[in-house]
């Protein structure tokens, strides 16, 4: 008897529960017939007649679609911080974190009176934490921090994410913040930061100047196959610039960027065969990757062939 008795209260509980959602909206459901649950499953009735409490169909209902209501501000402030800054991601952690409301901007950002209270969410903290931490920017420094305070391993940022952070840095003159995440993607391998790296090292932009750095940085992206970085390799080579004068290798670095299409490299390989530095002199090697920067809207190169031309045309 006792065990048909549970399970028609299992069946029951179950009932309700399918037809309110959740336990949060079943609760909200209260049987109105005496106060509480019914748990005396012998009366009042036979076994297996209908229970005379009754239930606030209304009351569940209004329950079920506050709940719905949530759930949709909830996903409209998730959104928002999925298509915004890290600092809203982070912001949106720390709200799940504490327990707090998140503010619901219109698409043009203005506040129309949207907002929604979240409930303390551990695990939906650190999912927002960790998405600030992988975009960068604004918010990831806050977000790994609240990850470590949390006991959990912070994301890297990925290297083109740390690249793109450096440029928008160096384009409002904040070079010291470029170098600095131009160093941290550089140091993962990312070939153009380790340009960049050269580069800042080699003019002394947010670090203080250093031609063997720069070559050191500039040789580390020109093993990877970049371009920019092999002439300005090739050009230290040249001129001597933190490396040892070497116009063979000026040469072999001028000649592996300018193959890429470079136009500076192809300028300056002419420029070698034409002046017979680190090759044998060639007019006609030089005439040609002339004509190729050239071609390529390099103006000295320009000059250049008209200037041989007019060369040319005198000794005729």
């Not at 600092?87 to 698409?107: M, Q, R």
């Not at 995440?181 to 003019?203: D, I, T, V």
């Not at 103006?299 to 250049?304: C, F, M, S, V």
């Amino acid at each position: 008897m006792n065990e048909m008795r549970n399970a028609l209260a299992i069946a029951l509980a179950a009932a309700v529960l399918s037809a309110c959602g959740s336990l949060d909206t079943m609760l909200a459901c209260a049987p109105t017939g005496g106060g509480g649950w019914n748990t005396d499953y012998a009366s009042p009735g036979p076994i297996g007649t209908r229970n005379p409490y009754t239930y606030d169909d209304a009351g569940c209902a209004a329950a079920k679609a506050e709940k719905e209501t949530q759930a949709y501000y909830r996903e409209k402030a998730e959104r928002q911080a999925r298509n915004g800054s890290s600092y809203d991601k982070f912001s949106l952690g720390e709200k799940y974190e504490t327990g707090g409301t998140a503010w619901i901007d219109d698409v043009d950002g203005t506040w129309r009176g949207e907002s929604v209270d979240l409930k303390k969410s551990r695990r939906r903290a650190i999912y927002w934490y960790k998405e600030a931490v992988k975009q960068g920017g604004s918010g990831a420094d806050k977000a790994r921090e609240a990850l470590i305070r949390l006991g959990k391993t912070p994301p890297e940022t990925p290297p083109a994410t740390l690249v793109a952070q450096a440029y928008d840095a160096h384009k409002k003159g904040d070079d010291a913040e470029a170098v600095r995440l131009w160093r941290r993607a550089a140091e993962k391998g990312n070939a153009s930061a380790q340009y960049n790296l050269g580069w800042a090292h080699a003019n002394g932009r947010g670090v203080a100047q250093n031609d063997v750095e720069a070559a050191r940085w500039y040789r580390k992206a020109a093993e990877q196959g970049d371009a920019a970085a092999q002439n300005s390799l090739g050009a230290a080579y040249e001129q001597g610039r933190g490396v040892a004068q070497n116009d063979v290798e000026a040469v072999r670095w001028f000649r592996l960027a300018a193959e890429q299409d470079h136009v500076l490299a192809q300028y300056n390989l002419a420029w070698m065969y034409e002046n017979g530095r680190g090759v044998a002199k060639d007019l006609d090697e030089a005439i040609r990757w002339y004509r190729k920067a050239a071609e390529n809207g390099d103006e000295k190169a320009q000059n250049a062939l008209a200037r041989i031309r007019a060369s040319i045309f005198r000794h005729d």
